[in-house]
């Protein structure tokens, strides 16, 4: 059995996006800085990359506040809403485009919405879980246009960065753990940013409805199962 499916969390993620609670690191500094730099981008678009709770939404959304970009469902949406987006060239958002663009018109969307953000002077923010040179685009000019975007990698999250999360994650609930309860966290839960955040999440709320200060023994009972515990 994986740590993943070890891994029991029945609580909703609640996600927070602010600037404050983004923790830079060696494995997401670059990403960072470039999100940084707008609107001083010298390309149409840029692309983040990076595995799944690897902290791209967090920057995209952060992006997005900062730029008051707008936003754009390639899964729904067609050249028309592409068209009026970028009539008065705000920046726009799209997640996920390595997931969603599998259909022809998607792609169509997304190219249109290219050609039409260069034309008038916006810019693009796109995310992926994999660089567009993995993607099955059916398109060559969609492909040659993605080819020319800044591709920024967020790197796999080290030790450093994952203590660092849980460290505050708990400070600003103003909750105070053990040093052993951090390492065991690190230790069980999936190297993600948002894993760990989920798990902080969810000993929290259980360590409040019980009103007893979180362990490792609650940790283990809470958040994980798997034979032998």
């Known amino acids: 059995m994986s740590l993943a499916e070890q891994m029991i969390l029945p609580f909703q993620d609640r996600v ?6 983004f923790i830079v690191a060696p494995s997401n500094q670059h990403a960072f800085d470039w ?3 707008w609107p001083d981008w010298p ?3 840029l692309i983040l990359v990076g595995a799944a709770g690897s902290g791209k939404t967090h920057l995209a959304s952060l992006w997005q506040k900062g730029s008051n970009a707008g936003s754009i469902d390639l899964t729904t949406a067609g050249i028309e809403q592409a ?6 060239g705000e920046p726009i958002l799209v997640e996920d485009c390595d997931r969603v663009l599998d259909e022809t018109q998607a792609e169509r969307t997304l190219l249109q919405l290219y050609n039409l953000a260069k034309a008038a002077g916006s810019r693009l923010l796109l995310t992926a879980r994999r660089p567009p040179s993995q993607w099955r685009l059916q398109l060559p000019d969609l492909q040659s246009r993605l080819n020319s975007a800044m591709v920024v990698a967020i790197d ?3 030790d450093e960065l994952l203590r660092s999360v849980a460290v505050k994650l708990f400070e600003d609930k103003q909750v105070e753990v053990k040093e052993e309860l951090v390492a065991y966290l690190l ?6 940013v948002s894993s760990v955040a989920q798990a ?3 000993l929290n709320r259980v360590s409040k409805e019980r009103l007893r200060p979180i ?5 283990r009972e809470i958040l994980f199962q798997s034979e032998g515990d």
């Open 16 to 21: 927070d996006h602010e600037v404050e609670s």
């Open 35 to 37: 999100i940084g730099r």
């Open 43 to 45: 390309f149409t678009a």
């Open 83 to 88: 068209a009026t987006l970028t009539a008065d």
């Open 156 to 158: 796999p999250a080290d």
């Open 187 to 192: 230790l069980r839960c999936e190297r993600t």
């Open 200 to 202: 902080v999440e969810a």
């Open 215 to 219: 362990t490792v023994p609650m940790a």
